[in-house]
């Protein structure tokens, strides 16, 4: 019988993950655009004055340098977070002292980068990056999944994941490699677009690493799935 996850086959919950993954590639190159919903819009980082926030949207020649990178760290943050989350779930709930090795690995280098981003955000643009108006809702980044149609139930998660499902999955590790790779998939896929637009060169470069270690980690945990549950 097929594993499931959030109520969906592996092999389906792969293909489901799989037919989407165009669809989301032009989505996340229209937020990395024009910016995610509930942020304000204008170049320097704030509407108008009277302009509310949610209806503000840059016209033409309103998009400043650096606009695209503004948006990138304001969403990758919330992003790595969820990593995060996760990570320090496996350091206590993992059974295999690999995932609780790789769970230090991505809690340390997600956290370093958070902060590193934070830090350009505040010399960049002149103030704390903003709260995501978002939250992390199993399967699916749910700040985006009611604006893309997306509901809950979809095994291989877009932008986050459910942690205190999580906590309770009766194989925690086996449903954190399920969890981890698609999020790592979608680190992938934001950095890998951004890099296009990049006004500062060691954001493009931060962004670089980030697709290489992570991609070099989607690898491994694939390599550990085949060798523990056999190929999906």
């Not at 690995?105 to 990056?129: C, D, H, L, P």
Request: aromatic letters at 8%.
């Amino acid at each position: 019988m097929a594993h499931t996850h959030s109520g969906v086959p592996w092999h389906r919950s792969a293909s489901i993950g799989r037919a989407a993954k165009g669809g989301l590639c032009s989505l996340l190159l229209a937020l990395l655009a024009v910016g995610a919903p509930g942020l304000s819009q204008s170049d320097g980082g704030a509407a108008p004055p009277g302009t509310a926030r949610e209806t503000w949207r840059p016209g033409p020649g309103r998009m400043g340098m650096g606009y695209s990178d503004r948006h990138f760290i304001v969403m990758m943050i919330p992003h790595h977070d969820g990593a995060i989350a996760m990570a320090d779930l496996a350091l206590t709930r993992a059974r295999r002292p690999e995932i609780r090795a790789l769970a230090q690995n991505i809690k340390a280098s997600q956290t370093r980068e958070n902060a590193q981003m934070r830090s350009w955000y505040r010399q960049w643009y002149g103030g704390e990056v903003p709260q995501w108006g978002g939250s992390y809702g199993r399967g699916v980044y749910s700040g985006w999944g009611g604006w893309m149609g997306m509901g809950h139930g979809m095994g291989m998660g877009m932008m986050g994941t459910d942690v205190q499902w999580l906590k309770q999955a009766p194989d925690f590790d086996r449903a954190f490699i399920e969890q981890m790779i698609p999020h790592h998939r979608m680190g992938v896929m934001m950095a890998s677009m951004a890099q296009a637009n990049s006004q500062h060169p060691q954001l493009r470069e931060l962004q670089q690493a980030m697709v290489r270690v992570q991609s070099e980690e989607i690898e491994q945990m694939a390599d550990w799935y085949r060798t523990w549950y056999g190929t999906p």
